[in-house]
């Protein structure tokens, strides 16, 4: 019996033995076969790789507009190609408030930095479709937002004109106005001012008693709700208040769906108080708002805790802005509404004098974030 035992775990062994042999065979031949492929098949496979790994990564739906929008995706890209930015359609200025104007179009600006944010090479596409004509009809037109208006022009449907510039330019994930309605938006004072458009928005913002869109009914793109129900967590900013987080909330369905949505929904704040729009607000006034328009707290609010250096500090402060900190009163308050703070160093500092977040410490942070849920 026990020789009989003996034998049987000799065969056992041998055949591991074997086995791994084997593999290690396969997968040296695999290595082999890799190293002796020329730079560009090797660079396909290392693609495709990446690729496959972005395509696992977790659903991730932003809600906003301006720079602080895509300042967010640049870092979110780095970790799964399943975005949807989902971008207001309220801006009035430059080279989007004059194609609104004169061709009826809505504002192709704040779509087309984030179209430009998700694509593989941004740098270069960037500087491309950034470029500004500087003389004659075309003076103050960026090369993307008159690509947009070709784009419409052919289509005569602004979605379809985004999506066939998401598909042109084969970027990771996709971009969606919230409404293809030329919408506007309106508030009022606390001494009873009407205000009406984005710049006089901007200008009054730190005035405002209550804040709407017009037409009051304006509808969704049926693909952003799709996007909301499907999505494993949904990012409210970065962004100006006023200009390009709330217009997206005072849809009326996006806002119930929020409400209704059992995922988790998490508020960046901003790094510093804009001149006239958010002047003399806190974070708890910022929360407040975006709650108000919402119609419920967000779970979570990502709050920066790093330093800004004091030159930067005092060139802001004479412009009207000032840094946005976290206080002890804040945070019991915000923790009393239900939302929970998570606080880091999420400064970037640009050409030595401009004060951004840090896209890639964002979402570094909202990717923990959904897997440490989906974990339980």
């Not at 405002?208 to 499907?230: F, Q, R, T």
Request: charged content about 25%; hydrophobic content about 40%; some cysteine.
């Amino acid at each position: 019996m026990t020789l009989d035992l003996l034998i049987s775990y000799g065969l056992g062994l041998l055949t591991a033995v074997i086995l791994v042999a084997s593999f290690r065979m396969r997968d040296s031949k695999r290595i082999r076969e890799m190293l002796q492929r020329g730079p560009k098949e090797r660079k396909t496979t290392i693609s495709r790789a990446i690729e496959y790994r972005l395509s696992m990564g977790p659903f991730v739906a932003a809600l906003g507009g301006g720079t602080g929008l895509s300042t967010l995706l640049r870092g979110l890209k780095s970790f799964t190609r399943n975005i949807v930015a989902v971008v207001t359609v309220t801006d009035e200025g430059g080279s989007s408030g004059k194609l609104r104007e004169e061709w009826g179009v809505l504002p192709p600006g704040d779509v087309r930095n984030c179209i430009v944010a998700l694509a593989e090479n941004d740098n270069a596409l960037k500087r491309l479709l950034d470029f500004r004509f500087d003389r004659g009809g075309l003076a103050g037109h960026s090369l993307g937002n008159l690509m947009r208006l070709a784009i419409y022009e052919q289509f005569g449907d602004f979605r379809r004109a985004v999506e066939e510039m998401n598909y042109l330019l084969a970027i990771r994930g996709r971009v969606l106005p919230v409404t293809t309605e030329q919408v506007s938006i309106v508030g009022e004072t606390r001494s009873g001012v009407r205000v009406k458009g984005e710049l006089s928005i901007s200008d009054h913002g730190h005035e405002l008693h209550k804040i709407w869109l017009e037409p009051k009914d304006a509808k969704p793109l049926k693909e952003v709700i799709v996007s909301l129900d499907e999505a494993d967590i949904i990012v409210l900013g970065p962004g100006s208040l006023f200009t390009s987080i709330i217009p997206n909330l005072l849809i009326r369905k996006v806002a119930e769906c929020l409400r209704h949505s059992d995922v988790p929904k998490v508020y960046i704040a901003n790094l510093m108080t804009q001149p006239h729009e958010t002047q003399g607000f806190n974070i708890l006034d910022h929360v407040r708002w975006v709650s108000a328009a919402m119609g419920a707290t967000p779970d979570y609010i990502l709050v920066n805790d790093g330093d800004i250096p004091e030159p930067l500090v005092e060139k802001y402060r004479l412009d009207g802005a000032e840094p946005l900190y976290m206080t002890e009163e804040e945070e019991w308050e915000l923790e009393r509404m239900g939302c929970r703070i998570i606080s880091g160093d999420f400064i970037r500092i640009m050409d030595e004098n401009v004060v951004r977040h840090n896209g890639q410490a964002l979402s570094e942070i909202i990717i923990r974030l959904c897997r440490e849920l989906e974990d339980g």
